[in-house]
């Protein structure tokens, strides 16, 4: 079969089959190619298209999530930025025909290519988003020291552009939901407040005890414990529940039941004082 041919033939079960792919992980099916239509002086490739669609590429569920936490751990004030160029460039190292030779890997890399100021405005921000030369090239140079993307200036059609694809890293980061789990940041343990032994004392002993006495009087009026007292009593219990209490000369507290909250409405309700009861 002719080069020609072949390159007509690609598809995925193809390309999965080919020899170069045969052992290699999922993604270099969809960011690689065995076959170039064209390798121009410069060393740069134009290869066939993906053969599937952006949204038919069997990345792992929920992959702008992972994007948006990837973006975290770039020093940066706009994170969102971040998040989109990456999935910028996880879209350009599947479906870009731009690509260079990996002798390593034996097959042809895809990678994006624009100038530096085409990348600044990535197509999926729909020109919402846009960042400096400066925030690019410090975003940039983080993103390929945390070993997600490889970046390179290289001629195309005689125009100095700049070269991006996903590193193995970001690509098994969205491809294999196993390594993600692996490799993803953990949320930070919430530090636990050390206690100093001291009891309160004073205002903040009264505050405590009348809070808990308060607490303990709703409960029970929620469990209908005052349903058989007179209703005189139970007004008693209602208005020591709504109404402010006395600390101290100078300090209050709030009532427990605030007039209009749902407290309010669910204790006269419960302890029955519509004006038809008895």
């Known amino acids: 079969m002719s080069s020609a041919a072949k390159v007509q033939a690609l598809s995925v079960d193809a390309l999965r089959a080919h020899p170069a792919l045969a052992d290699k992980p999922l993604y270099l099916v969809f960011t690689t190619c065995p076959y170039a239509r064209e390798i121009t002086p410069s060393e740069a490739a134009i290869v066939p298209k993906c053969p599937l669609v952006d949204s038919e590429i069997p990345r792992v569920k929920g992959y702008l999530k992972i994007l948006s936490v990837i973006a975290t751990q770039v020093d940066c004030r706009d994170h969102a930025f971040v998040a989109v160029f990456l999935r910028d460039v996880a879209f350009q190292?599947?479906?870009?025909?731009?690509?260079?030779?990996?002798?390593?890997?034996?097959?042809?890399?895809?990678?994006?290519?624009?100038?530096?100021?085409?990348?600044?405005?990535?197509?999926?921000?729909?020109?919402?988003?846009?960042?400096?030369?400066?925030?690019?090239?410090?975003?940039?140079?983080?993103?390929?020291?945390?070993?997600?993307?490889?970046?390179?200036?290289?001629?195309?059609?005689?125009?100095?552009s700049l070269w991006i694809k996903a590193t193995e890293k970001l690509n098994m980061s969205?491809?294999?939901?196993?390594?993600?789990?692996?490799?993803?940041?953990?949320?930070?343990?919430?530090?636990q407040k050390i206690s100093s032994g001291r009891k309160p004392r004073g205002i903040s002993a009264r505050h405590l005890a009348v809070s808990a006495e308060l607490s303990q009087i709703y409960n029970a009026a929620m469990k209908g414990a005052y349903e058989a007292m007179p209703k005189k009593d139970r007004w008693a219990i209602f208005e020591r529940l709504t109404q402010t209490v006395v600390l101290s000369g100078k300090v209050e507290k709030l009532p427990f039941a605030p007039k209009g909250s749902y407290r309010f409405r669910r204790l006269y309700d419960k302890l029955n004082l519509a004006y038809s009861a008895v």
């Open 93 to 160: 190292s599947c479906r870009s025909t731009d690509a260079r030779y990996n002798r390593d890997l034996g097959l042809f890399e895809r990678y994006g290519v624009r100038s530096v100021d085409d990348w600044r405005k990535p197509p999926f921000a729909c020109g919402r988003v846009q960042v400096s030369r400066s925030t690019f090239f410090r975003m940039k140079d983080q993103l390929v020291e945390l070993g997600l993307i490889d970046a390179e200036q290289h001629l195309k059609n005689g125009k100095q």
């Open 174 to 191: 969205l491809f294999d939901e196993g390594y993600w789990k692996s490799v993803c940041p953990q949320p930070a343990a919430k530090p």
